[in-house]
């Protein structure tokens, strides 16, 4: 099985992951990317890493029982798609503790009012295979037994159950 943990920057997807207690190998795609080189350059505007995801997927392809995230996890092959989301505000908040600036973390932040992600992973996935989480004031344990709960099959698809619109 192959389960892709997604979101909007500052949602809390690396933080939760780190407090699961799996058998998936965890891997971190945005490490990954560094690590392997699997970058065409450097998005001068964001100041970040414009990921190849063509030789990611390459990379991943074949490795079953894992668990990866990034704000990106969407975009691969997976059996279950787990979209967390946070209100714009904690973005904003999140975002601005780990020095980014306001115009990054306000861009984030609309991104998830807009439902960005969520509406790629659905797109790419469909309705059946995507969760939303929930981590707006919740503590990365909380998160971690609901994305746990996910891969054990012990919660229904719930796609379009938050939503942010009225934060714009």
Same mark, same amino acid.
């Given at each position: 099985m ?8 500052g949602?809390g ?11 998936f ?12 080189g ?15 995801? @063509?030789?990611l997927?390459e990379?991943l392809?074949?490795r079953d029982?894992?668990?990866?995230e990034?704000?990106?996890a969407?975009?691969?092959?997976a @059996?279950?798609v787990?979209?967390?989301? =946070? ?8 975002l601005?503790?780990?020095?980014d ?8 932040? *609309? ?6 992600i969520l509406?790629?992973?659905?797109? *790419?996935?469909?309705?059946d ?10 503590d990365?344990?909380?998160? =971690?037994?609901?994305?746990q709960?996910?891969? =054990?099959?012990e ?6 159950t ?7």
């Amino acid at each position: 099985m192959r389960i892709a943990v997604t979101g909007t920057p500052g949602t809390g997807k690396t933080t939760a992951t780190e407090h699961l207690d799996t058998d998936f190998d965890v891997l971190h795609l945005n490490d990954i990317i560094k690590e392997e080189g699997f970058s065409t350059g450097i998005d001068e505007d964001r100041g970040s890493l414009v990921a190849d995801l @063509d030789r990611l997927s390459e990379w991943l392809d074949g490795r079953d029982d894992v668990l990866f995230e990034s704000h990106l996890a969407h975009h691969f092959d997976a @059996d279950r798609v787990i979209v967390l989301r =946070a209100h714009p505000e904690t973005i904003v908040e999140r975002l601005r503790e780990r020095g980014d600036d306001d115009s990054k973390a306000y861009e984030n932040a *609309e991104s998830e009012a807009l439902d960005v992600i969520l509406g790629e992973a659905v797109e *790419e996935r469909g309705m059946d295979s995507v969760y939303e989480i929930e981590t707006t004031d919740r503590d990365p344990d909380e998160v =971690a037994q609901e994305i746990q709960a996910v891969v =054990a099959g012990e919660r229904e698809p719930s796609a379009g159950t938050v939503s942010y619109i009225d934060w714009l």
